[in-house]
C-alpha cells in the first residue's frame, strides 16, 4: 500500500537511532555517558510529589475541563503578574498535555491546509512536523552566529508572503541555547500584528536562563501565542503538562478543538503542576537552575578547550550547539564514532535542520558535573590522546 | 480574520453549553442529577492507587519511550491472550494518552488530505472532528435499529469509495450501548482487507458488556486498528491511558507520529495502568460492572415505563439512547427543559450526528442507583404529573 504522504514528510529524530544503539552497548555491559538527552535528569521535587500524592490518594482523578483545572489557569496568571509584572488573564490559559499539545492546538486553531509557517533553522525538529501533521507548509529559513541562530525582524518581513501565517520562534531555543532580545521580539510581535497573522513563541525554557531575566512575550498584543511547559524548569516531563496563553478571541476555539481532541490534560498533572508554584518548590527548582548553571559553565569552557567552536555562547535551556569542523566533516558519523568508541552519546546536527548540519553537534547537560567530567576525559583522550 | 475553515467546520459538543448552564445552576443552590457525563463515576480502584503512589514517591517521573512502558505493552500483549485467546505481540500495541491519542496515531497514520472515513450516525461525535481536523473527510452513514444503531458490511460495500481509506466502528457503540455480531465483524475486516483499507474498532467500552463475552477485532488481520482506553471499564479517566493495536507493519511509522506530535503518554498513567490487570484490581472492576449493570437494568425498565422508547436494548456501555417523540419533536429543548424544570441533565441527540437527533436523548449511567431513582421520579413527575 502507498502511504499518505503526510507519512512520508515527517522524519523520525535521527537521535533515535543513535539512542537504540546505545541501549544496546549498555545490554552488552558499556558505559554510556548520555549526553542526547532532552530532559532534566533531576527528579519531580518533593514538594510536588507530596502536593500530588495527596490528591492520588483520594482516588477522584476524574477528567478537568478541557481548558483545565480553574485553579491552575489562575495559579499561571498569577505567575505572569508576579514574575513578569506582565497582566494575563485566567482565561487565557490553557493547560495542555505538554507542550506538543498546546502547540496542536496553537495551529490547528490559526493555520489551514496549505499555509505556511515560518521558523529558524537549525530549530526544535518538531515544530516542522506538526506543521506537516496539519497539512501546512513550513518555511525554514537559515540563521547563523550574526543573530545568534535566532530569527529576525528584517527576516520576518524578508520571508512573509500572503500565505504565511505565522512564525515559530523560541527563546531560550533548542538547539542553540541563544535568546532573543527584547526589542527584537516586540518588533516581531508588532510585525505579525500587521501582518494579521501570529507570532508562536516558545518559552519552555524560560525558567532557565542563567545570566538575564527574560522578559516573557505573553500578553504583547492578541497576535502573540506563548507555550510554555512543566517539563523543563519545573522538571516534571513524565507528567505531561504544558501551557499556553493566547488571546481571548482564540481561547473558545482552542476549547472546542481541546474538547475533541484530547479532552483534558492528565489530572495528575495538572495537581502537580499547581503545587509547581509554592514558594518552598520554586527554592527546589532554583537549585535545579544553579546546577545546570555549573554544568553550563563547565562544559562551555571544556569544550572550547577540547577545539569545538562555540559560536555563540548559550545563554539558557540545557543545551550546547557545537562546531565539530575541526574534527569531522560529517557530525552525524563523528556521533556515532564517539558512541561507538568512548561511549559518549549526543546529538548530530541533521536532527535540527539542513543549516549545514554535518558542521555540528548538540550537547546536552542534562547529567551530573562528574559525569559531564568523564565525559570531558573520554573525548579528550580520543580526539587528542 | 477571517477563520481557517477547519476550525469553523469542527463542532462544539452542544452538551457543553448545557453542562454550563447545569453548573450556574448549581452554582445557585439546585441540584443538578448529571445523566449527560460520559465517565465512570467510581474512583480509581485501590490497587491502582497503592501501585503509582510507591512509583511517584520516587519521584523518577520521566518519559518513557514513545511507543510506551515495555511491561505496559507486554501486559496488554498477555490481556489479549488471557481474555480474548487471541495471540498479540507486545511490538503491535502502543500505549497513547487516551483513546484520542490512538485515534490520532491511526488517522495520521493512514489517511491522506481529502481521504474518506465512513462512521454511523449516531455515533461519537469526536470522530468526525478528528478526520477534519486531519483534513479528511468523512461520509456519515444513517444506521437506525435495524442493524443495531450499527454499520454493516452491505452498508460498507455500498460506500466505499475510490477515496474511502478507512471505517470507524465501536462495539459497544456510544450512544446506542448496542453491538456489533463477530460474524459481522470479521465479515468486515475482510471486506477492507480486499479494498487496501482499515478498520478502526473502537473497543473502549469492550469491558462494559452485561449478558455476553465479547471477542475482540485485534489481530483479526492487518487492515484491522484497535483502540482501546484505561478510561471505561478501568475506571481511570482523568489519567489519560490507552492503547492501539495494529500490524507490525504500522508501528514504526505510529512511532514516529508519536514521538512528534505526543512525546509518550502521561508516565504516572502508564504506571498506573500497568497495576490495573493485576488480579486484585480486576475483582474491583467486576464489582463496578455490577454496579453499572444494575443501573442499566433500572434505567432502561423504569424510561420504559415512562414511555421512552429503547428501539434497541443496549447491552454494553453506560448509556441508553432514547427515543423521546412521545414527549417532544425537538430533543435538544427538551434537554433543556428538563434541566430547568428538574434539575435533570441529558444529552441531546444532535451532538452524535444528523440522523434524526431531534427525536433522541442519551441517558448515561454513570451516577449511583438512588440518584437514577431520584432522576427518574423527577421525569415522572414532570412528563406525568
Known amino acids: 500500500m502507498k502511504k499518505p504522504s503526510r507519512i512520508e514528510d515527517i522524519q523520525p529524530f535521527h537521535v533515535m537511532a543513535l539512542l537504540a544503539r546505545a541501549r544496546e552497548l549498555e545490554a552488552q555491559g558499556r558505559d554510556i555517558i548520555h549526553m542526547e538527552i532532552g530532559e532534566p535528569d533531576f527528579p519531580t521535587p518533593q514538594p510536588v510529589l507530596d502536593a500530588v500524592s495527596s490528591i492520588i490518594d483520594k482516588g477522584d482523578i476524574h477528567y478537568t475541563p478541557a481548558t483545565g483545572l480553574p485553579a491552575l489557569r489562575e495559579a499561571i496568571a498569577h505567575f505572569y503578574l508576579q514574575r513578569y509584572q506582565r497582566l494575563v488573564k485566567a482565561e487565557q490559559v490553557i493547560i495542555t498535555p505538554g507542550a506538543s499539545g498546546a502547540l496542536m492546538l496553537a495551529l490547528g486553531t490559526i493555520m489551514a491546509e496549505g499555509d505556511e509557517v515560518l521558523m529558524a533553522d537549525p530549530g526544535y525538529p518538531c515544530n516542522r512536523n506538526f506543521v506537516r501533521f496539519l497539512s501546512g507548509k513550513t518555511r525554514t529559513i537559515a540563521v547563523n552566529a550574526e543573530s545568534a541562530y535566532q530569527l529576525s525582524l528584517e527576516q520576518l518581513e524578508q520571508q512573509w508572503r500572503d500565505n504565511t501565517v505565522a512564525a515559530i520562534i523560541a527563546t531560550p531555543s533548542n538547539p ?156 552525524d558519523q563523528f556521533a556515532l564514532d564517539l558512541l561507538e568508541n568512548i561511549g559518549v552519546a549526543i546529538t548530530p546536527g541533521k536532527d535540527f535542520g539542513r543549516n549545514r548540519p554535518e558542521k555540528y553537534v548538540r550537547f546536552a547537560y542534562t547529567t551530573s558535573l562528574p559525569r559531564l567530567q568523564q565525559a570531558v576525559a573520554r573525548l579528550k583522550d580520543y580526539l587528542h590522546g
Open 176 to 331: 542553540t541555547g541563544t535568546l532573543i532580545e527584547y526589542d527584537e521580539l516586540t518588533a516581531m510581535a508588532d510585525f505579525v500584528r500587521a501582518k494579521g497573522g501570529y507570532l508562536i513563541v516558545d518559552e519552555i525554557y524560560h525558567g532557565l536562563v542563567y545570566e538575564n531575566e527574560l522578559e516573557t512575550a505573553a500578553g504583547l498584543n492578541e497576535h502573540v501565542i506563548v507555550i510554555n511547559s512543566f517539563s523543563k524548569y519545573f522538571s516534571m516531563t513524565g507528567w505531561r503538562a504544558g501551557w499556553l496563553v493566547a488571546a481571548p478571541a482564540l481561547i473558545n476555539d482552542m476549547d472546542k478543538l481541546a474538547q475533541n481532541i484530547f479532552l483534558a490534560a492528565p489530572t495528575p498533572a495538572q495537581y502537580a503542576a499547581l503545587a509547581a508554584f509554592k514558594a518552598e518548590n520554586i527554592e527546589v527548582l532554583e537549585q535545579y537552575k544553579k546546577e545546570f548553571q555549573q554544568r553550563r559553565d563547565y562544559l562551555l569552557s571544556a569544550l572550547k578547550e577540547l577545539g569545538f567552536v562555540i559560536e555563540v555562547e548559550p545563554r539558557g535551556a540545557f543545551y550546547i550547539y557545537a562546531n565539530c569542523e575541526k574534527f569531522t566533516g560529517d557530525s
